[in-house]
């Protein structure tokens, strides 16, 4: 019995480790399911995760606003003591602790912006009076846009180092590549405006006038249909001509297309008929403004003016998953499908005109927006009328109603 008693104490601590063991194996077990798998995944995950940060005030711009914003984030990715980014003539900004060193940036970066190579920074290039300061060798690496030096990236540290060399000329590279992607995007803002100005001034002068004409004719006979139509003409044109973003949602587009068949009915009368079909769960989807009125206008003026007797247009919004599918269709005249194709391009058919109404600019402007896979796809043949069709994503970078 003495036996047993003298060994149940260690039986119990024994047992008591074991369970111990086992509880720290399954609650880290449990941390690393909820978590990271090894530090290496946790390091990657933070790495992406500023560079994300970083790049988007990087794509606004290359000024001080947008570097300021940024180099905190690209601080911490290097490691490093300090961060400055200096343009073609100033320092934009010092991030980190030295500051006094700030003056000192555009010296050692004059040698890159020339020649666009990667410099080291050695003591003797940092005079300071401060025996505590961390700030004792740098290196300065060129932002390349579009074969282009249009500045630098500086990165100290208390010592000089492969790693840190390595690792700021290959995020000035990267930093290089946010820069142009932001150009482009500008670029690509410009080119819309652009287009649209030239949408804008192709509306239809004869649209107008005939429009206004059927009002008129309506002023005496049925005053009350004639005040009508002239306020659907007032917020036609002022959706329009209206100055805003690019973007609008289906359902204001749409809204705006049927202000547009109104006036043409009143022009028309029953010769123009409409069939419109629209799942509720595309209308808040944003698209470039007037990229569906335009593709209308174009199914009454090529489609139907010319036919004889009553026409057809029809208008269909589809949901389709992730990307919402818009069908504009007219059972008119149709048309040669190399002329649609020179529409498309841009060109102009025998007589000089634009062979169809905004299609060469719907379509460019859905390319640029969304790329090429978005087009216009057109089905026509003489005689056979008309279909156009074409599908944006529900949800697109960048691509919000204004």
Not at 1 to 22: K, W
Not at 220 to 237: G, K, S
Not at 363 to 385: C, I, K, M, N, S
Request: charged share 25%; hydrophobic share 45%; aromatic share 6%.
């Amino acid at each position: 019995m003495q036996d047993v008693a003298l060994h149940l104490p260690t039986a119990i601590v024994v047992v008591a480790g074991v369970l111990l063991v086992h509880a720290v194996l399954w609650l880290r077990r449990r941390r690393l399911r909820r978590g990271f798998l090894s530090e290496a995944d946790r390091l990657t995950y933070e790495t992406l995760r500023l560079g994300s940060q970083a790049g988007r005030h990087l794509r606004t711009g290359f000024t001080t606003e947008t570097t300021t914003k940024a180099a905190r984030h690209l601080r911490l990715m290097l490691g490093a003591t300090a961060i400055a980014f200096v343009d073609t003539q100033e320092v934009l900004v010092w991030a980190g602790r030295g500051d006094h060193h700030r003056t000192q940036v555009l010296d050692h970066a004059r040698r890159v912006l020339a020649t666009g190579d990667v410099a080291v920074v050695t003591r003797a290039d940092l005079p300071c009076d401060k025996p505590d300061c961390d700030v004792r060798a740098g290196v300065v690496a060129p932002l390349v846009v579009e074969d282009r030096v249009v500045g630098a990236l500086a990165a100290y540290a208390d010592r000089p180092s492969a790693g840190l060399a390595r690792a700021t000329e290959q995020l000035a590279t990267w930093v290089g590549g946010q820069l142009e992607l932001g150009e482009l995007d500008r670029e690509r803002t410009r080119a819309m405006e652009a287009e649209l100005r030239s949408l804008r001034a192709q509306i239809s002068p004869h649209f107008i006038y005939n429009s206004l004409a059927a009002i008129a004719s309506f002023v005496r006979t049925d005053p009350d249909r004639a005040r009508e139509l002239l306020l659907e003409f007032a917020d036609f044109t002022r959706y329009a001509l209206r100055r805003g973003g690019a973007f609008t949602t289906l359902a204001d587009e749409l809204r705006n297309v049927e202000r547009y068949l109104v006036l043409e009915q009143a022009r028309f009368g029953e010769r123009l008929q409409v069939n419109l079909l629209v799942a509720p769960e595309v209308l808040p989807v944003a698209v470039p403004y007037l990229a569906v009125q335009p593709l209308v206008e174009n199914a009454v003026r090529h489609g139907l003016a010319g036919k004889v007797g009553a026409g057809t247009v029809s208008i269909t919004a589809t949901d389709l998953g992730d990307l919402a599918e818009i069908t504009v269709e007219d059972d008119g005249v149709g048309t040669d499908p190399d002329l649609v194709q020179r529409a498309l391009d841009g060109g102009l058919d025998a007589d000089g005109d634009s062979t169809s109404v905004g299609l060469g600019n719907v379509d460019a402007r859905l390319r640029q927006v969304y790329g090429d896979d978005h087009g216009l796809v057109v089905e026509t043949a003489p005689g056979l009328g008309t279909k156009v069709v074409f599908r944006v994503p529900k949800y697109a970078p960048g691509v919000h109603a204004s």
